[in-house]
Structures are given as structure tokens and as C-alpha cells.
């Protein structure tokens, strides 16, 4: 049985081969908390060994970024650091590839100023425009990978003993990521291959909106002309295939921007900046949320919907089937990059340029007058369960199955 350092190194071969797929001299940009310094320490040899040119980590540290929030007056959150988005600009304009590695405890900015968190959104949001453009059009190389960290393994595990919750949660990654398979770089290969054929279904119907029907939850979301949907990988624009997310599980799309109707309910937390929002219901009118309630996190939620006007509608649609393994599994991770592929999700705000033919060479009012939605931020929240149907509407009104009690229905 292998030893949790050889896993965290087989981890770390496959976020740099398969997450980035790194080419040789190409530039490497890891953000990491300081908890996650091992994995990031192995992450740079990897890097290296592949033929990387250079390694520029970020660091961040938990408690430190609790101590500015909480005596920083507003105004330095209504600043964002200009050459911080400068920096990252420069190198995506290198073709460097950036790999994101969360750990954050899912409460730690819990009874902050909420001004606070709204005002560092939106002015980070607004910086890193351009980057975030680049992101969205799959211009460049990306992915974001989970590392455990004490914060994050309390709210995870918190029956479990303290000695216990971390390594219990490091597990639990590599048995989502598939590391404890023989071979993790084909068996993520034959993974993508799966999602593919699902997405290439999906494109072929070029359904004009999909009727999600659930407990609390009557809701259509229209699909613009030539959208497209995309399994786990994505190509950059050298033709270098990546994968943004890790783990994954999904299929995704764009909203018709103007074509979204009905109400939908949270069936997960959601974890956003350093809060957990729970327990919600939005309603949608012509594409717009019109209203927003919340058991838990209600004036973070309306402040988020608030950010800007594009955070007013939809951008992702994404379908996970219910008997997905990390659904399976029953853990709550509090955390979206993983709580997203148990459950089906959609996102507040922009949509990714790719998702539309031809995108990713539009401009953003060529995507906006195609249906595509933009705005500075970009938020997935979870809405689907073992009890929710999804049917495919065709440009004859005719209603498809596409999911039936949270699973693929062809």
C-alpha cells in the first residue's frame, strides 16, 4: 500500500501532466497557502521536470488574511492591488500556466464586516478583468486542485478525533482525484473520454432550454444558438490539452442570458468568501434574479447577486449525476470545487466564452449580443439531488429526458 508521500508526489505529477500539462519552457504560477507548502514544494520539482522554465509561487496564509479583515479599515478593501493583477496579466500574456490550490477553512471570515467581503470582491473582480477574460476563453492553461488543511478538516470531519480529521481528508482528495487507482494519469484519461461522449450528446440535440423540475425548484433555463458543451479537458490556444478542474465530474454549458425563468433551491452550502451561505431559494425572471432568500449567509448572497449588473443573471450550467463517486461518498466538503461535482450547479454571474461556437475569439459585446453573459464574478452553487428531473426542450417544443431522478436519463 502506498505511503501518503507517495501519493501526495503521484498527486503531484498529475496536476502537473494532466491538470496543466506543462510544456517545456513554460512559466508555472501556484497559488498556495502556506499550509500547503509540501504539496507545492512537490509541485515545483514536477514542474520542473517536465521542462518548466521557472516556478513563481504566491503565497497566502489563513490567519493573516483574518487579521487584515478584521483590522484594515474599508477603504484598503475598496483598493485592489494593481500590480498583483498586473503581474498576472503579464505572465498569462507569456502563456504561462496557473495552478490553484484551495485549502481555506470554510468559516474563517465568519462574523467579518460583510462591507469588507463585497468591497474586495467587486475591486478584485474589476482588476482582474482582462485576466479573467483570458481564463474564461481557455487563452491559457489552468486548473484548481484541493489540499487539505486543519480549517478545512474540522468543518469536514468534525466528529472525528483532531489527529485524525487532515490525513482523513488528504484520503479522501486522492480517492476523488483517483490516485489510488493503478495508473491515475489513464484513468483520468479514459474519465475525460466518458464526459466527452456525454457532452457530444448534448451538442448534437442542441436542446433551446432545459425545465428542471424538483423538490422547491421549477425552473428553465434557456441554452443560446450554437452553445456548446464541454466534458472535463479543454484545449488552450496552442492546442495543449488541461484540466481546469480536478476533481471533476461535470458537463457545462452557458444560460441564454435574457431566458432563465422559475425559482431554484440550494440542496448544498455554499462556501464564498470565507462564509457559508445555506439553505437558499432564487427566483429568476427573463434571465434576471428578481429575488433572493436565505436561511443562512442572506445579506453575503444579496451581495454577491449585487456585484455588479452581470451578477444578476446566470453564466454556467453544469449537469453531475447524483450517482457521481464524490455524491457518493455522503461528505459535505464545504468546499465548491468539490461539493460542484456531486451535484448538478449553475453560476451567478459570467459564463466561459468556449461555450459558445466561436467564442473564444468574440468580443465581450459580440458574447453578450449572442446571449453570454458577463460580469465580474463567477459563482457556482449546487441545486441538484436524487429527486430532480431535467428534461431537453427542441426548437419544436418537444420535452426530452435528460436526467431522471438525478441521473442520466440517455
Excluded at 452553445?227 to 458537463?251: I, L
Aim: hydrophobic share 40%.
Amino acid at each position: 500500500m502506498a505511503t501518503f508521500n507517495e501519493k501526495l508526489e503521484k498527486y503531484a505529477e498529475l496536476i502537473v501532466k494532466v491538470g496543466v500539462n506543462i510544456q517545456p519552457n513554460q512559466k508555472v504560477v501556484i497559488n498556495s497557502s502556506v499550509e500547503s507548502a509540501p504539496l507545492s514544494r512537490l509541485l515545483t520539482k514536477k514542474a520542473y521536470e517536465a521542462g518548466a522554465s521557472d516556478v513563481i509561487i504566491n503565497w497566502a496564509d489563513d490567519e493573516i488574511t483574518l487579521l487584515r479583515y478584521q483590522n484594515s479599515p474599508l477603504e484598503i478593501f475598496e483598493q485592489a492591488p494593481l500590480h498583483r493583477a498586473a503581474e498576472r496579466i503579464e505572465l498569462a500574456g507569456e502563456n504561462a500556466a496557473f495552478v490553484s490550490i484551495v485549502s481555506e477553512n470554510p468559516d474563517l471570515l465568519k462574523g467579518v464586516d460583510g462591507q469588507k467581503i463585497a468591497a474586495n470582491q467587486k475591486a478584485m473582480g474589476q482588476a482582474l478583468e482582462k485576466f479573467r477574460q483570458m481564463i474564461q476563453s481557455n487563452a491559457i492553461s489552468w486548473t484548481v486542485v484541493g489540499a487539505a488543511s486543519e480549517g478545512w478538516a474540522a468543518k469536514v470531519f468534525p466528529n472525528l478525533p483532531q489527529s485524525e480529521q487532515v490525513a482523513t481528508l488528504w484520503e479522501t482528495i486522492f480517492e476523488t482525484t483517483r490516485i489510488n487507482t493503478a495508473d491515475p494519469i489513464q484513468t483520468w484519461k479514459t474519465h475525460d473520454e466518458t464526459l466527452n461522449s456525454k457532452a457530444a450528446y448534448l451538442n448534437d440535440q442542441q436542446y433551446t432550454a432545459l425545465h428542471y423540475t424538483a423538490p422547491d425548484t421549477d425552473l428553465t433555463i434557456g441554452l443560446p444558438e450554437n452553445h456548446v458543451w464541454v466534458g472535463a479537458g479543454s484545449y488552450n490556444k496552442q492546442g495543449k490539452e488541461f484540466m481546469a478542474n480536478m476533481p471533476t465530474e461535470e458537463v457545462f454549458s452557458c444560460a441564454q442570458k435574457d431566458k432563465v425563468n422559475g425559482y431554484v433551491s440550494s440542496t448544498k452550502p455554499l462556501s464564498y468568501a470565507g462564509n457559508i451561505i445555506d439553505k437558499f431559494k432564487i427566483t429568476f425572471k427573463d434571465g434576471r434574479i428578481v429575488d433572493v432568500v436565505a436561511e443562512q449567509g442572506e445579506e453575503i448572497l444579496k451581495d454577491l447577486v449585487a456585484t455588479d449588473e452581470g451578477s444578476h443573471y446566470l453564466g454556467e450550467v453544469a449537469l453531475v449525476p447524483d450517482p457521481s463517486p464524490i455524491s457518493q461518498s455522503g461528505i459535505l466538503f464545504y468546499n465548491t470545487l468539490f461539493d460542484e461535482n456531486a451535484s448538478n450547479h449553475l453560476a451567478i454571474g459570467s459564463a466561459y466564452a468556449f461555450n459558445i461556437k466561436g467564442g473564444e475569439d468574440m468580443s465581450r459585446e459580440e458574447l453578450e449580443k449572442a446571449g453570454v453573459n458577463s460580469s465580474m464574478t463567477h459563482v457556482d452553487f449546487m441545486i441538484g439531488s436524487d429527486q430532480m428531473n431535467i428534461d431537453g426542450i427542441t426548437k419544436t417544443g418537444e420535452k426530452v429526458p435528460v436526467f431522471r431522478n438525478g441521473d442520466w436519463a440517455f
